[in-house]
């Protein structure tokens, strides 16, 4: 049964949700930015972008650029999960978007483990993870295969931490 959220645990939950928010819009526009002013360092992101958007298309991650299957150099078939988002908007910034929801994603599972033991830390840790220099330099490398993969390490994480198997699976 649910049970009503009290105010004095409302404005900690609250804050996270909103640190997850400004973690996204801020490095999305950085990203952005570096897009439209071609200042990508990333030379993968095409690979990526072209094989994504036939995967869409019927071609499982073809790229024209190589005449290849991305997955000839990268075994990355998750990309491959990505593909529907091309459909709300077909612009390679989507995926740069997918990308830092799932890292604002991560930093909540994990918000979520420190909350259960320390709550008035919470906030702190996340702000922290938040902050961290080389989560900033992760995330201004455009699309990454690793970075793909911190949602699913912190779900398997939170699945440990709570002892629910099912999550530690999907992680």
Known sequence: MLQPIKRDELLPKL???????IFTAVFFWLNSRQYRTFQLRAPDIAHFDQAIWNTLHGRFLF????????LEFHFT????LLSPLLL????VRILFLAQLV????SGLL???IVEDKHPLLAPI???AFYLNPLLHQVTLLELRRVTLAVPFVALALYGLYKDKRWLMLIG
């Open 125 to 127: 840790f996340l702000l």
């Open 77 to 80: 078939p998750y990309m491959a």
């Open 88 to 91: 709300i908007w077909s612009d």
């Open 102 to 105: 799932g890292i604002a994603v």
């Open 63 to 70: 790229t024209t650029i190589t005449g290849k299957s991305i």
């Open 110 to 112: 994990l918000y979520k």
């Open 15 to 21: 804050a996270s949700l909103l640190l997850a928010v």
